[in-house]
Every structure is written in structure tokens, then in C-alpha cells.
């Protein structure tokens, strides 16, 4: 049976809600404010490594592909080296230093290491960097513009939506990505789109204020 939008809402904001709300961001890592985790720049308190094949996404193309380069990120060109098969995330992180976009899963399936590539929504995670060659990517870092934070990175320190932070990004990308094409969305509407980018702290309801806000806002 199909589920109705009203109960794809009660499931996304009330996930992961049994357990008391605890705020463990403070204890974690208390030097890093919420300014510091909406722009990307909170550091994770475990930090995950890996190795991701990315098969499922390889095509002909990236395989016969010598390294790539160049990448278009938040504007800017940058120089990297990179054997095209190589996860989009791991070039960010490890040779560009944008460590906004987060590992969590590995598996493009819990949304953390969400980015935009031309203006859409992509896994970094499970992206090769060669398939993104001669897009335009943006990440958490590129939102923030002379020094003034989106709107939507506005609104999730408004509404307090995170705690361990280490989803944020993630919610963040998509929502921009939502916003830009339905810029006045219901919360229904938005529970649907956010539905592949997981909390663990169970934070969906004030996630879902948060971008309404910053809908409104704009």
C-alpha cells in the first residue's frame, strides 16, 4: 500500500525520537561553535578512512581516462591529481582540504557526504572524480559568501538543528537543491525530498523547521 505524504512526514520526523534528545555536540568537541559546523568547518570527532571502489557508477569513459587535473568547485578552479576512478569525496577531503562534505556510510545511502554537481544532488562518496570532470561542483564551503552564511545555514542554527553536526552538511546541500527548484515547499514536500540524508540524533523535526524558515526567509 502506498504511503500517504502525511505519514512519509510522521516517519521522517519522528525517527530516532525514543531516546531522550541529548546534546552530545558540546561534549564532543565544545571548542566548535554551530557557525563552525553549518559552513563545514566543524571537526568530526572520529575521523573515517576508507578506500571506496565506486563500481556501481564507473562507466567506459572514466576508466580510459588519464588523471584528472582540474576540478570546478564553489567557483573556483583548482588543481588536482587524481586517477579518475577515485571518489569525489576523498579528492575533496584529502587533496583540497574541503573537509566539509562528511564519510559516513560509504555506500551513498546515509547523505552526509551529499554535494552539488550542476546544481543537483550527488553522493560524493560514490561519485568518481572523473565522471565530474567538466561539471560544476559545490560544496558546504561555497554557500557562505562574503563572509555571510546562507540562509539555510541561517535558519539551521536558528531552529538548532544538530547536535553531533556530523550530518549537517549533507542536509544542508540537499536542501539547497530543494529550495532551488520549489522555493516554497510544504513540509511535506520537504520530509520527501530529505528522505535519503539520515540524522542519527533524530533531529527531522527541527530539520524540517529549519529549511520551511529558510524558504520563508529568502
Given at each position: 500500500m502506498q504511503q500517504s505524504?502525511?505519514?512519509?512526514l510522521s516517519q521522517f520526523t519522528q525517527a530516532r525520537t525514543k531516546r531522550p534528545v541529548r546534546r552530545i555536540?558540546?561534549?564532543?568537541?565544545?571548542?566548535?561553535s554551530p557557525r563552525m559546523y553549518?559552513?563545514?568547518?566543524?571537526?568530526?570527532?572520529?575521523?573515517?578512512?576508507?578506500?571506496?571502489?565506486?563500481t556501481q557508477f564507473q562507466t567506459a569513459e572514466a576508466i580510459l581516462m588519464a588523471n584528472i587535473t582540474r576540478l570546478h568547485i564553489n567557483g573556483t578552479q583548482y588543481t588536482v591529481d587524481a586517477d579518475p576512478q577515485t571518489s569525489l569525496l576523498w579528492v575533496l577531503r584529502d587533496q583540497l582540504d574541503l573537509t566539509g562534505s562528511k564519510?559516513?556510510?560509504?555506500?551513498?545511502?546515509?547523505?552526509?557526504?551529499?554535494?552539488?554537481?550542476?546544481?543537483?544532488?550527488?553522493?560524493?562518496?560514490?561519485?568518481?572524480?572523473?565522471?565530474?570532470?567538466?561539471?560544476q561542483i559545490t560544496t558546504i564551503e561555497g554557500l557562505e559568501k562574503n563572509g555571510r552564511l546562507h540562509p539555510l545555514q541561517e535558519a539551521f542554527m536558528t531552529e538548532g538543528a544538530m547536535q553531533c553536526a556530523y550530518?549537517?552538511?549533507?542536509?544542508?546541500?540537499?536542501?539547497?537543491a530543494l529550495l532551488k527548484t520549489n522555493p516554497h515547499p510544504t513540509?511535506?514536500?520537504?520530509?520527501?525530498?530529505?528522505?535519503?540524508?539520515?540524522?542519527r540524533c533524530g533531529t527531522h523535526p527541527r530539520i524540517v523547521a529549519a529549511v520551511l524558515r529558510a524558504?520563508?526567509?529568502a
Open positions: 505524504s502525511s505519514g512519509r555536540r558540546q561534549k564532543l568537541c565544545p571548542e566548535a553549518a559552513s563545514g568547518r566543524g571537526q568530526a570527532t572520529v575521523v573515517l578512512r576508507g578506500f571506496l571502489a565506486a564519510y559516513g556510510c560509504g555506500e551513498g545511502q546515509c547523505g552526509a557526504c551529499t554535494v552539488l554537481v550542476d546544481g543537483n544532488p550527488r553522493r560524493s562518496c560514490i561519485t568518481p572524480v572523473g565522471v565530474v570532470a567538466t561539471k550530518c549537517t552538511s549533507g542536509m544542508i546541500m540537499t536542501a539547497s513540509p511535506q514536500q520537504v520530509s520527501q525530498y530529505m528522505q535519503g540524508n539520515i540524522c524558504a520563508k526567509e
